[in-house]
C-alpha cells in the first residue's frame, strides 16, 4: 500500500482514456492550489499544504482515539486516504490573472479520485475512506473510524485556513 501510494503521489497518470484530455490541466502537486478562489487553500502549494495538514492531523487523532477507546485503528489505511483524498485536484484548477479558477472537469475531484485508485486496485477501505471525505451529509457517509478520522481532519484543516484567510484580508 505504501509503495502503490508513492507511486500515485510522485507519477499520477490518468488510467481512462476518456479522461486523458484532462492531462493538459496537471500541476505539479506541490506547486498544485488546494481550490478555486473562494475555497480553501486557494494559492500555490496550497494543496501540498492541505495534505500535509489533514495527515498529521489524522495521525494525531488516531493516536488519541486509540488510547481513549482502547481500539485498533487502521492507521496504514488511513494514512494512503489523507494522501489521496484530493490527488485529483492537480487536474482541476488554472490561474486566469489574480483568480484561481475550476478547469470545469465533470467529476469531483473525490469521485475522480476513488475511480483513479480503483483502477489501480486499491483496498476498498482506502477508497471508501476517500468516498467519504465530504462527511454524514456527503454521497457516501463515513462508515469506519477511519472515514470519519479523515473527514473531521479535513473539515478541521479547510475551516480553520479559511477563518485565517478571512481575518488576514480585514
Known amino acids: 500500500l505504501r509503495k502503490k501510494t508513492i507511486e500515485v503521489l510522485k507519477n499520477l497518470k490518468i488510467s481512462n482514456k476518456?479522461?486523458?484530455?484532462?492531462?493538459k490541466y496537471k500541476m505539479n502537486f506541490s506547486k498544485a492550489y488546494g481550490g478555486p478562489s473562494t475555497f480553501h487553500h486557494a494559492y500555490e502549494?496550497?494543496?501540498l499544504e492541505h495534505t500535509i495538514a489533514v495527515t498529521k492531523l489524522c495521525i494525531a487523532l488516531a493516536d488519541i482515539i486509540e488510547a481513549s477507546y482502547k481500539i485498533s485503528i487502521q492507521k496504514d489505511y488511513l494514512i494512503a486516504g489523507a494522501l489521496l483524498h484530493d490527488i485529483m485536484k492537480i487536474f482541476c484548477y488554472k490561474r486566469e490573472r489574480n483568480l484561481i479558477l475550476s478547469n470545469e472537469i465533470t467529476l469531483d475531484h473525490g469521485i475522480w479520485a476513488c475511480c483513479e485508485l480503483y483502477l489501480r486496485d486499491f483496498p476498498e477501505e482506502v477508497i471508501h475512506i476517500i468516498a467519504s471525505?465530504?462527511?454524514p451529509n456527503g454521497p457516501n457517509p463515513p462508515q469506519t473510524i477511519e472515514?470519519?478520522?479523515?473527514?473531521?481532519?479535513?473539515?478541521i484543516d479547510s475551516t480553520i485556513e479559511s477563518l485565517i484567510k478571512s481575518i488576514n484580508t480585514e
Open 18 to 23: 476518456h479522461f486523458k484530455k484532462y492531462e
Open 45 to 47: 502549494g496550497g494543496l
Open 133 to 135: 471525505h465530504f462527511g
Open 147 to 155: 472515514a470519519l478520522i479523515l473527514f473531521y481532519a479535513d473539515s
